[in-house]
């Protein structure tokens, strides 16, 4: 089992930046890509980004592209999601998500909890 525990969501403005953080305990962090996803109200669960075991390797939603930053920390067995240039439709309920064969949209191992980002107009 892999617990994961999502950190540092809030109410932004519109154009501001948030850090999220996703702590992982339980099994060898590094077996595992680590990803991003988000339910706005009334949506469905959508793939926001990923980064591979190494950390050399990210992928990103085209609506993100350029403004969120995924990265880890491999000895805090940690995962940050950078969130700048926010905008009104980036509200929702971010998870943190690890997958040991599984890439991208298609992660779905292990979930977080959530936590929930709201961007104010």
């Known amino acids: 089992q892999v617990q994961l525990v999502e950190t540092g969501g809030g109410l932004v403005q519109a154009g501001g930046s948030l850090r999220l953080s996703c702590a992982a305990s339980g099994r060898t962090f590094t077996d595992y890509a680590m990803g991003w996803f988000r339910r706005a109200p009334g949506k469905e669960r959508e793939f926001v980004g990923v980064?591979?075991?190494?950390?050399?390797?990210?992928y990103y939603t085209n609506s993100v592209k350029g403004r969120f930053t995924i990265s880890r920390d491999n000895a805090k067995n940690t995962v940050y999601l950078q969130m700048n240039s926010l905008k009104p439709e980036d509200t929702a309920v971010y998870y943190c998500?690890?997958?040991?064969?599984?890439?991208?949209?298609?992660?779905?191992?292990?979930w977080g909890q959530g936590t929930q980002v709201t961007v104010s107009s």
């Open positions: 998500v690890a997958d040991s064969s599984r890439w991208a949209s298609s992660m779905r191992e292990y």
């Open positions: 980064v591979s075991r190494s950390g050399a390797s990210t």
